[in-house]
């Protein structure tokens, strides 16, 4: 094929083609032809996720050939996200061990006041998951009722991280938390940005509504911001999936899968790289129970019929 084909990234990826009610795909993404590119990039750019993170999730739906640079022209171009650009990042001053499980550790911090609303932001440190909820005012008996509805939801996490603010400081707040056995660890004093995660996320939450806020209410922004972010994959999430699919295990439906083909075939090609994710960490789990439960000073070894039987609590043959 003539290398100046239109078609020749097409030719290129040609073993990896396929077709699901008459849409053509590149492995499990959409091809999109040139008519409709304008409109999946402004769908894409709906919640101005910035240039990484956009890229990500259009990788998860969609191909043409030209699409990371039209992303980053559209990105550059963007009024709205050249005037709430990101701030230098600052150093973290503590660097929290990283969780094996969703929900193990989560950190807490107040945001506000926006718009002379105040909110309790809550980021668990495993999937990068938020949890965004409006309060009146920043007070001990507030930050116990959201935290309660929350751990309602999810169950109690183990570790809670914040900052000094009197409100987490208190002997009610210290009974809270020791009751639900959750070991409640501060950031040191005059050194807030030791909470990294929430307060990262903190930065990121209101420059994303502010972004958001030009068009549309403030509520509806909010909530249109936690979709979008809880959708689109992060990189500093584990295997760079999005915080729902780390978080629930599945992907949220949004608007962008209205284009997918409905093909049974199609989902199941989808979903395959979240099931060979979920398969290692079941594997690594019964891997770490057979340690657990068959290594000890009272383990019996017994050699019969060219087999080595371990016993324990439970006998498993070794071959």
Not at 33 to 61: D, E, F, I, N, W
Request: with cysteine.
């Amino acid at each position: 094929m003539d290398r100046d084909s239109p078609f020749r990234p097409c030719y290129n990826r040609r073993d990896s083609l396929s077709t699901a009610d008459s849409c053509l795909l590149t492995s499990s993404r959409l091809v999109i032809p040139k008519s409709l590119q304008c409109r999946v990039l402004q769908s894409l750019h709906k919640a101005h996720p910035g240039q990484t993170r956009m890229k990500m999730l259009a990788r998860s739906y969609v191909y043409w050939p030209s699409m990371d640079t039209d992303i980053d022209t559209l990105v550059r171009n963007c009024t709205t996200c050249a005037q709430l650009a990101k701030n230098p990042v600052k150093v973290e001053l503590q660097s929290w061990p990283k969780p094996v499980t969703p929900w193990a550790r989560v950190h807490a911090d107040f945001a506000g006041p926006l718009d002379r609303n105040f909110y309790l932001v809550i980021v668990d440190a495993f999937s990068k998951w938020p949890e965004i909820i409006h309060i009146n005012s920043i007070t001990t008996s507030a930050a116990i009722r959201v935290l309660a509805k929350v751990f309602a939801q999810f169950g109690n996490s183990e570790v809670l991280i914040t900052d000094n603010g009197t409100e987490f400081t208190s002997t009610t707040f210290a009974n809270f938390c020791r009751h639900r056995g959750i070991k409640h660890s501060r950031s040191p004093p005059f050194q807030p940005q030791s909470n990294g995660q929430a307060e990262c996320f903190v930065n990121t939450f209101k420059r994303g509504l502010a972004k958001l806020k030009r068009e549309e209410p403030t509520m509806d922004a909010l909530l249109a911001f936690l979709m979008a972010y809880r959708a689109t994959p992060c990189p500093l999430g584990p295997s760079h999936l999005s915080p729902a699919e780390n978080f629930l295990g599945r992907r949220l439906r949004t608007e962008l899968d209205l284009m997918m083909p409905p093909s049974e075939d199609n989902m199941k090609r989808r979903d395959s790289k979240m099931e060979d994710h979920r398969t290692m960490k079941q594997h690594h789990v019964r891997l770490r129970r057979r340690r657990r439960d068959f290594v000890g000073r009272y383990g019996l070894v017994i050699h019969h019929d060219d087999s080595w039987w371990i016993r324990r609590r439970n006998p498993i043959l070794l071959s």
